[in-house]
């Protein structure tokens, strides 16, 4: 089953609620309910689980330095009135072999916009550039 983690910052109404549906997904904080999680805390807490898919819209993810093998970052490059958006563009990532499982999103830091996706991945140190399909 596929963990996702959402970053703390993302409304309940516009993305948890619609990605809840098709998916399991939990809060960032549901992790450490009694810590305040700061964003250097996020890939040693990523780690400790089972390769989780963290979700976030803070582009201080975006940080080819995060790679790392047993969890994946995907940052949505949204401001907080565009989140409605980030349920339908992760969706439609999903779909793309290079995201399709568990297995093949591990290693990766992402950016995924309405344009296209970048990413980094664990041992190539080349940005990769995805275009959406149809």
């Known amino acids: 089953m596929s963990q996702i983690v959402l970053?703390?910052?993302?409304?309940?109404q516009e993305v948890l609620i619609p990605l809840a549906r098709w998916i399991t997904?939990?809060?960032?904080?549901?992790?450490?309910?009694?810590?305040?999680?700061?964003?250097?805390?996020?890939?040693?807490?990523?780690?400790?689980?089972d390769q989780p898919t963290f979700v976030t819209i803070d582009m201080g993810?975006?940080?080819?330095?995060l790679v790392h093998s047993q969890y994946c970052i995907l940052c949505f490059p949204l401001r907080n009135e565009e989140q409605e958006q980030l349920p339908l563009l992760l969706r439609r990532l999903l779909r793309l072999s290079a995201f399709h499982t568990k297995s093949e999103r591990m290693g990766k830091v992402a950016r995924v916009s309405v344009a296209d996706i970048q990413y980094w991945q664990v041992s190539d140190n080349r940005l990769r550039n995805l275009e959406w399909l149809g």
């Open 7 to 12: 970053d703390d910052q993302l409304f309940d």
């Open 25 to 49: 997904v939990q809060r960032l904080r549901a992790l450490r309910p009694n810590e305040v999680i700061k964003d250097e805390r996020v890939p040693v807490l990523l780690r400790e689980l």
């Open 61 to 65: 993810f975006w940080d080819r330095g």
